[in-house]
């Protein structure tokens, strides 16, 4: 079991956007983030099976239980035991871990949000505690990286979520608040059977730009000293701001276009990004 969970998910990495931006981290910190992925997309996955809500619960709450055992080196997973090895060594506060966890629970529970607050709520415990996760590992110089990684990760959120529209539609989940779909008159129901109109473009380019002021804030965080250890984070920012204005320029009709970046242009922009930010 232990041997297929890990074969399947160095598989998985090789085909996200993570995988790219951890190529150029420094071994021991390459190794470290990729054990934090794996566990992380153990708990992703779980969420995603096509298995009851009652059946995903409890297998979530296992995987809890069993982050809780590893701590102390009692996981029945390596991969568990091994996480625990990292956040010792690298003083990582596990309540980033537990509020991930609760991230995952809140995809079980909701389909919808009523507000952007319940949505922001989701998108920091889905993201942004990956992001805190990630930061203690990169090391920095200033405090205010971690709000660098509060605000990436929010920003990356609402990307994802603006482009997998459709597809979460298929599974019954709206993500865009539903305050939102009422200040642009556009309904669930036409949200839920496709409908690209002109309320839609009106709703998904407000929703663009918040994600874009998410990402201009990120920024602010971020001193010159720090961005050589972020460069990891920083080619992320550039794939994802990237995907963003694909978006834009299929005039947001995810319904149409599956927007997504080549593996060749994630090549460039970590090419591009290093050179920029590189020790100097």
């Known amino acids: 079991m232990e041997h297929l969970l890990t074969a399947d998910i160095i598989e998985k990495n090789k085909r996200s956007n993570f995988y790219y931006s951890f ?3 420094p071994k021991p910190k390459r190794e470290a983030i990729n054990v934090v992925y794996a566990w992380c997309r153990v708990a992703d996955d779980i969420v995603d099976e096509e298995e009851s809500v009652s059946t995903k619960r409890q297998r979530l709450l296992q995987w809890a239980i069993e982050f809780d055992q590893g701590i102390d080196g009692r996981s029945q997973y390596a991969l568990v035991n091994r996480l625990a090895q990292i956040i010792r060594r690298f003083n990582i506060p596990l309540h980033h871990f ?3 966890i609760k991230g995952m629970e809140m995809d079980l529970v909701n ?10 709520l989701y998108c920091y415990r889905a993201a942004s505690t990956v992001g805190l996760i990630s930061t203690e590992i990169f090391g920095y110089k200033h405090e205010e990286a971690k709000e660098y990684a509060v605000n990436l990760g929010i ?4 990307t994802n979520i603006l482009r997998d529209v459709a597809t979460d539609a298929k599974k019954g989940r709206i993500y865009l608040p539903k305050e939102d779909l009422e200040q642009f008159g556009y309904s669930e129901e036409e949200l839920l059977t496709n409908t690209y109109n002109e309320k839609f473009y009106r709703l998904m380019k407000f929703e663009a730009e918040r994600a874009r002021k998410y990402f201009a804030e990120a920024m602010k965080h971020l001193s010159e000293e720090d961005k050589p250890l972020f460069i990891a984070a920083l080619i992320m920012q550039e794939i994802y701001s990237r995907l963003l204005k694909d ?4 005039e947001y009709n995810v319904f149409a276009h599956r927007i997504r970046i080549s593996n060749f242009k994630k090549i460039l922009i970590t090419a591009h990004v290093w050179w920029n930010n590189r020790k100097k």
């Open 247 to 250: 978006i834009e320029r299929a």
């Open 98 to 100: 537990q509020e991930l």
């Open 155 to 158: 920003a990356l959120q609402l």
């Open 111 to 120: 389909a919808r949000y009523n507000t952007f607050d319940d949505l922001k």
């Open 23 to 25: 190529l150029l981290l």
